[in-house]
């Protein structure tokens, strides 16, 4: 047996070398049709990775027609990329391969990408990269004879590369090294510097319109395309990044909080009420757009929650994804806005102990937990939170079979139930002599709406899972009427769902990047098992940063300089993001105080004990 396995691989060893003398051969033979390859092959796969997500090549052709210029910046950049890898490599089969696996799965994300929310890929998502595992159980990945055709035509163009086996000459390596320099320093500015990249977009006619809100920002993929709009979303991303402000330092902030505070409170008689905030995922109250005539059935119990106590409207600073914005905003009180409303802020913050909610509550005397019933990894939640100022947190891993829940866990289509995670909530409460400080971000609701009576039906499943979402809140509501614990709930939903990109029901309203508020505004409730008092809740609307003082101000908590500077702001600008009215003018105040507490040296009061909060600066 063993002497046939070695003739076998003796008979293929020769064939392989059979075949590279072949390819040996074709590299002399077949130099003029090998630098036409070379030359072609930068504007096939630019082609193909736009033909891949345009689905069809009649659309694709009539992008070129009414776009030319800036399917030419396409070849271009593809060119430059490509002299790059073959500079490195000095193979051109390899540099094709390469360039074509980056080019493709690019494509093959956007694709998937845009199909499952509706949102265009952009560089900065591939921080999620990590949580792959994580991504694949709400992606729609639908395998499509399309794609599978165009993957093979780049995998034909690759064998027949591969065959010829084109060569660079033998140029010596310092030369190499200089062009590879070139290439990689031409990249470079067509990122960071705006002197060098404005007049390219300008020549090649690339739309460089500040997209302030998701829908802006598809308008653009449309105007530019897949690459070209990759490349100036990357540089529009980095001339955004966050930078320590010219006026960050010690005097400019104590000037900002130089505010006289009674910091005595009685907590509306001694009584800490148990807070809890439920950030509900991807519930959203439909009933806004009156085309769509949604029955008020599936809100019944939303509406009852809302006669119970208060309720209102606040602006989200996300649409149909990035929950960690919403979340950051409830769980700090500051502005994503104020970070230059980076997509996830949780990765902007310092690692050190940061000055959350959570830790104000624990300096009240409160006991503190964060629920969520996905992933512990998922957004480096596990990680991140931790310093937060969290008791106990609590998370369910379905893919690895871990839990943190102590009851019974349920699903509801994919995730877990919301009647589970009250069930939580209540044992939580109900195990734990102090008051309580709960943030919980539900999953049930999240995305993919397949499944129910009609799987296309994704709009008629959403609601459907509204109203048992709303049924469950309910039960909860009517059993924390039972125990005599004082307990205020915030219930809002973190942002409208993300349906499918081509087929969703956004497409029946007239939405555009200027007419698309009713998308960022949430209707939220305030209710309490006791007489809160609610008069000094906002009547208009706010943002959702603000909500923490609102809570703060109904149980009458003791006030610091920071929570009264941020009560005087939502006073004078109670709505504070881009996307939503980009024409609010930057707060110069606000975004430093932002820039203070999560990212510089906290010099701003703050609840946690100047001994702890050094010392984690210094880990």
């Not at 390899?94 to 890929?121: C, D, P, R, W």
């Not at 690459?227 to 980095?238: H, I």
């Not at 809740?537 to 706010?542: G, Q, R």
Request: hydrophobic share 40%; proline share 5%; glycine share 4%.
């Amino acid at each position: 047996m063993t002497e046939k396995i070695r003739s076998l691989c003796k008979k293929i060893e020769v064939k392989i070398r059979k075949f590279n003398e072949i390819r040996e051969k074709n590299s002399e033979k077949f130099k003029v049709l090998n630098t036409a390859i070379m030359i072609i092959f930068p504007i096939f796969i630019a082609c193909m990775a736009e033909i891949n997500q345009f689905k069809k090549v009649g659309s694709f052709l009539n992008f070129a027609l009414d776009r030319p210029t800036v399917l030419l910046f396409n070849f271009a950049a593809s060119g430059l990329i490509f002299a790059l890898l073959t500079a490195a490599f000095r193979k051109g089969w390899l540099s094709a391969v390469v360039q074509s696996i980056i080019y493709m799965a690019l494509s093959i994300t956007e694709l998937f990408k845009y199909n499952t929310n509706g949102n265009h890929l952009i560089l900065s998502d591939m921080k999620l990269f990590k949580s792959v595992k994580s991504l694949k159980s709400f992606a729609y990945i639908k395998i499509t004879p399309g794609l599978i055709i165009y993957c093979l035509i780049v995998l034909a163009f690759l064998a027949l590369i591969f065959y010829f086996n084109p060569k660079i000459p033998r140029h010596k390596p310092v030369k190499r090294a200089i062009t590879a320099a070139v290439c990689t320093a031409i990249a470079l500015c067509m990122i960071v510097f705006p002197g060098f990249y404005n007049p390219v977009y300008n020549f090649f006619k690339l739309d460089t319109t500040a997209a302030n809100n998701t829908f802006l920002l598809n308008e653009k993929f449309d105007n530019n395309s897949f690459l070209a709009f990759l490349v100036q979303t990357a540089s529009e991303s980095y001339a955004n990044r966050l930078v320590e402000p010219d006026n960050y330092n010690e005097e400019y902030v104590d000037g900002i909080t130089a505010i006289n505070v009674d910091e005595t409170s009685d907590f509306n008689g001694g009584k800490k009420p148990n807070v809890i905030v439920v950030m509900s995922e991807s519930f959203a109250d439909f009933r806004v757009f009156d085309k769509l005539n949604v029955d008020d059935s599936y809100y019944a119990d939303f509406d009852k929650a809302c006669s119970e106590g208060i309720s209102g409207k606040i602006v989200t600073p996300t649409y149909a994804s990035y929950t960690v914005r919403s979340e950051f905003e409830l769980m700090f009180g500051l502005p994503v806005r104020g970070l230059n409303a980076p997509n996830m802020p949780q990765r902007e913050l310092a690692e050190r102990e940061q000055p959350a909610l959570a830790q104000y509550y624990k300096s009240w005397g409160y006991s503190t937990a964060y629920v969520h019933p996905f992933q512990s990894s998922f957004y480096s939640r596990s990680r991140i939170y931790s310093e937060f100022g969290f008791d106990k947190m609590i998370f369910h891993d379905d893919i690895d079979g871990v839990t943190d829940f102590t009851v019974p866990v349920e699903h509801y289509g994919t995730y877990v139930d919301d009647n589970t995670v009250y069930n939580q909530l209540l044992q939580l409460i109900e195990t734990t002599d102090d008051p309580m400080y709960i943030h919980t971000t539900t999953m049930q609701n999240h995305q993919p709406y397949d499944q129910g009576e009609d799987p296309n039906d994704e709009f008629g499943n959403y609601l459907t899972w509204i109203q048992h979402s709303n049924e469950a809140m309910t039960a909860f509501l009517n059993k924390l009427k039972e125990i005599d614990e004082p307990t205020l709930v915030f219930f809002v939903g973190d942002h409208f769902p993300s349906l499918r990109g081509e087929t969703s029901v956004y497409n029946q309203l007239d939405i555009s990047g200027d007419h698309c508020k009713e998308l960022y505004e949430q209707t939220y409730f305030l209710w309490s098992n006791y007489d809160a008092d609610f008069s000094t809740v906002p009547t208009e609307k706010f943002s959702f940063f603000y909500v923490p003082y609102v809570i703060i101000d109904v149980i009458n908590a003791p006030h610091d300089a920071f929570i009264e500077k941020m009560d005087d702001f939502m006073k004078k600008i109670p709505v504070y993001s881009v996307d939503y009215d980009d024409g609010t003018p930057d707060n110069t105040e606000l975004d430093v105080l932002t820039y203070d507490r999560v990212v510089g040296d906290v010099m701003s009061p703050c609840p946690i004990p100047e001994e702890i909060l050094e010392t984690s600066k210094g880990d």
